[in-house]
């Protein structure tokens, strides 16, 4: 049977409408399910799915056979129930109640035989008592970020410290209590911005880069012509996403040396993932796509005398065979920035980061076996935003060059268009520099009380980004 990335499953139990079910498979399998009726999956169909081609989806439908013929031919399509996997257990009303965690240890059991009701109630006295001796305290990221005090200047230890926090809370489902403290500490590290971020941009790389585009110079510097260097570039990582590729990485016996270094601002990719591969500031009159990339990347290392059957440039997440004999290689993964899009709250983005870390920190580790030395970074992080409504039509008619207006960032031609948008809508919500403007807070152009996560501004988990090296 064709590989197929959508598949559609008759829900004979309801086991699979249960968010908290959907979000453990997701984390397992970095599948995004999605349930509604025929017309809903219709307009996730061409609005989302198509929009996503390397995103598996599944999609949880009662009658399957009233989708229309084009989306069933897309898709491997079955029927399922909980009970599927436990066909010898008597007592099904009891096991369909169980949580998704409790399952999994129930199937890891491999009972034998014939399971009576007694049966099932001893085996989940023992999973439930084995979960208790196993549960670590785990601290309260309310409370920690609430007590973070950070000196900006330390950037690294400081956006650590702060990520460990909203990884944490997004685990425990505390994100929203956290905002609050999360917003003060922004307002902290705009003031910073303003103080020491353009001086950054044109900082020594010698010591290390302070920004993405001294990343290639650093480079460059640091190792010699023989040296296998391999730059992993992941769209739209947050500080807290790598956090999580962290854990995994650790888990393959993989210890990264952790720091951050600043992305380009306004924090879009055809902006701060041409600073990377260009190696200096991004210019406006560019066009983002990976064969541009390749080019960039190629004519940095030929100029330094590589080779150019020594330098290969990848997107996707794949491990090519080839990379065990190049020199210099780099690789874009574009998975998380695509699911970051679709994402409207952060529990989902960490279901899928953590199944998407879990694959990708093979592939590290496969380089690092082979005798790369690798740096991790990003374009840019990501932040949730709550829309506070849409430019109107005479607001856009300055901005219509490719990149000039996004969800939370403004880059104009001429400076008095700008001046006027400011003048009515007040400036001291953007950081506001030369010709373009990005929202700070959490703020978006969308739609009045839209959520999105997304990137374009000042946010401290957009700016503060991930620089890793693995040696």
């Known amino acids: 049977m064709p590989y197929k990335r959508l598949s559609i499953v008759r829900n004979l139990d309801g086991f699979l ?6 979000r453990a498979l997701t984390a397992e399998s970095g599948i995004l399910f999605v349930s509604g009726s025929p017309l809903a999956l219709r307009l996730h169909f061409e609005l989302q799915y198509k929009a996503a081609p390397d995103t598996r989806f599944c999609y949880i439908c009662e009658r399957p056979e009233l989708l229309l013929p084009d989306i069933q031919a897309e898709a491997f399509v079955c029927s399922f129930a909980v009970t599927d996997m436990f066909p010898n257990i008597q007592d099904r009303k009891t096991l369909i109640a169980q949580k998704p965690e409790v399952l999994e240890s129930l199937y890891d059991k491999h009972i034998p035989g014939f399971v009576t009701a007694t049966d099932l109630s001893r085996h989940l006295l023992e999973i439930e008592f084995a979960s208790r001796a196993a549960a670590a305290p785990v601290s309260d990221p309310v409370v920690d970020m609430a007590a973070l005090a950070p000196d900006w200047k330390d950037l690294s230890a400081s956006v650590s410290a702060v990520s460990a926090a909203v990884m944490e809370a997004i685990r425990q489902d505390k994100y929203e209590s956290i905002r609050p403290a999360l917003s003060g500490l922004n307002a902290g590290f705009q003031t910073f911005l303003d103080q020491s971020y353009f001086a950054a941009l044109h900082a020594s790389h010698v010591l290390g880069p302070r920004s993405v585009n001294k990343i290639l110079p650093y480079l460059s510097f640091k190792h010699t012509a023989e040296d296998k260097v391999a ?58 796509n990976p064969a541009s990339e390749e080019k960039l990347w190629t004519a940095w290392w030929t100029a330094k005398g590589i080779p150019s059957s020594d330098i290969i440039y990848s997107y996707g997440d ?18 998380l920035d695509e699911v970051m899009h679709i994402s409207e709250a952060p529990d989902l983005l960490l279901a899928c980061t953590e199944a998407w870390a879990r694959h990708f920190a093979r592939t590290i580790t496969s380089l690092w076996q082979k005798g790369f030395t ?24 300055h901005l219509f060059q490719d990149g000039s207006r996004g969800a939370r960032h403004l880059i104009y031609e001429a400076e008095a268009p700008m001046l006027e948008f400011l003048s009515n809508h007040g400036p001291e919500s953007f950081l506001v520099h030369d010709n373009w403007l990005a929202y700070r807070g959490e703020q978006a152009f969308n739609k009045a009380g839209k959520r999105q996560i997304t990137h374009g501004g000042s946010h401290l988990l957009e700016v503060a980004i991930p620089f890793i090296k693995v040696q």
């Open 231 to 288: 730059l992993i570039v992941v769209d739209g990582m947050a500080y807290w996403q790598y956090l999580v590729l962290r854990e995994k990485l650790m888990a393959e016996g993989v210890t990264p040396s952790d720091s951050a270094i600043f992305a380009w601002l306004p924090t879009i990719t055809m902006l701060s993932r041409q600073a990377i591969f260009r190696g200096d500031e991004p210019v406006l009159d560019y066009k983002q």
């Open 374 to 397: 690798i740096y991790i970074t990003t374009d840019h992080g990501n932040a949730l935003s709550t829309g506070t409504g849409t430019l109107t039509s005479a607001e856009k008619t």
């Open 17 to 22: 409408s249960d968010s908290a079910v959907q």
């Open 318 to 335: 794949a491990e090519p065979d080839t990379w065990s004999t190049t020199r210099r290689l780099t690789m874009v993964s574009v998975t």
